[in-house]
């Protein structure tokens, strides 16, 4: 629940902050005789390079996030794992060797 909502506000952001680099490009494609004329292409290009920056800036929280979950779900899906292969070994006199095998190759995945 946490996460959802922080992920697409964190999407949402991050192509907000996307938008104006493509326009930029777009617009300095379209004017470049024009901004080669008037000898300001360090000046568009440290522009372009400003929006990049803030475009990273929205995008690093994001991969964050990505990352926090991931690191839960792998915690999550190693204690089933222990628990799976812990009963496996506590009931190993009354519990079938198929099903031992079958319940910890399902905990694996």
Not at 54 to 77: D, H, K, M, T
């Amino acid at each position: 629940c946490f996460y959802i909502a922080t992920s697409r506000q964190l999407k949402r952001l991050e192509s907000i902050s996307r938008s104006p680099i493509v326009s930029h490009f777009g617009e300095s494609i379209i004017g470049a005789p024009t901004i080669r004329a008037y000898g300001v292409s360090q000046d568009f290009l440290k522009e372009a390079e400003r929006r990049v920056d803030f475009n990273q800036a929205c995008y690093y929280p994001s991969i964050i996030a990505n990352r926090w979950l991931a690191v839960r779900l792998e915690i999550i899906g190693s204690i089933i794992i222990f628990f799976a292969s812990l009963f496996a070994v506590l009931g190993r006199e009354s519990m079938d060797p198929g099903l031992v095998g079958l319940s910890v190759s399902y905990a694996l995945q």
